[in-house]
């Protein structure tokens, strides 16, 4: 199993571009998630889905959205990309037995200049 | 508005020292309590995770101490060893869903 892949690995685009982030995982499961990592700051929540078709604001929703269209796959799309929204994007997944352990993608690094 | 506050930010630790990391929270919906560890370059990975029925869990080197009354909950790492440097992140979620919300983070130098 590949567990959670993502691409790019890294991107630079310039402000007002878009772009959309690429997230599948191979593990069934039903709920995925798409945090943003900047420095010191921990993860924060940007959107996740618990199934096909259903999806939810997180922390910090603004400037994106995602689609989950099947199982597998739960894309990030950036709309008129600004400079705040540098930072190192990732996917994970989870069951959705109660709280459990997510396993995370190895990451987008995202610059925008 | 930070709901799990984690500290130190860093910390340089000599091999075969402890390591002890903190974290702090508000909300008293959550219900479980992991622990994420995060090499340069890699995804977070599930090191060890607590619910508040117990005080205490150890597995190998990495034990998770928790106060349930003081809202807090804390990792400590013996004997460190060069290769637990990394990025550790505490996290915390409610029984009901899985939505994590973590830490700032805690990047730990292990010198040989």
């Known amino acids: 199993n590949a567990g959670v892949t993502q691409t790019p690995k890294f991107r630079i685009l310039k402000i007002g571009q878009s772009m959309t982030l690429q997230c599948t995982q191979d593990?069934?499961?039903?709920?995925m998630y798409w945090y943003r990592q900047d420095p010191g700051m921990g993860l924060k929540l940007i959107y996740y889905?618990?199934?096909?078709?259903?999806?939810d604001k997180g922390e910090v929703p603004n400037g994106y959205n995602v689609s989950r269209s099947t199982t597998e796959d739960f894309p990030l799309r950036l709309e008129l990309a600004a400079p705040s929204q540098t930072s190192v994007y990732f996917c994970?997944?989870?069951?959705?037995?109660?709280?459990?352990?997510?396993?995370f993608g190895p990451g987008t690094r995202l610059t925008v200049l | 508005q930070q709901q799990v506050k984690q500290s130190p930010q860093s910390l340089i630790v000599q091999k075969g020292g402890i390591s002890i990391i903190n974290c702090a929270y508000e909300?008293?919906?959550?219900?479980?309590f992991p622990w994420y560890q995060q090499f340069p370059g890699k995804g977070p990975a599930l090191l060890i995770a607590?619910?508040?029925?117990?005080s205490e869990k150890k597995e190998g080197r990495f034990t998770i101490s928790f106060n349930k009354s003081a809202k807090q909950f804390s990792l400590h790492i013996m004997d460190s060893q060069p290769g637990d440097s990394a990025t550790y992140f505490c996290?915390?979620?409610?029984?009901?869903?899985?939505?994590?919300?973590f830490g700032g983070g805690t990047r730990v130098l292990v010198k040989p």
């Open positions: 994970a997944s989870s069951s959705p037995q109660g709280a459990s352990e997510q396993f």
């Open positions: 593990m069934n499961h039903n709920y």
């Open positions: 889905s618990v199934g096909a078709g259903i999806t």
């Open positions: 909300n008293t919906a959550f219900d479980y």
């Open positions: 607590i619910r508040p029925d117990v």
């Open positions: 996290a915390a979620s409610p029984a009901a869903g899985n939505k994590l919300t």
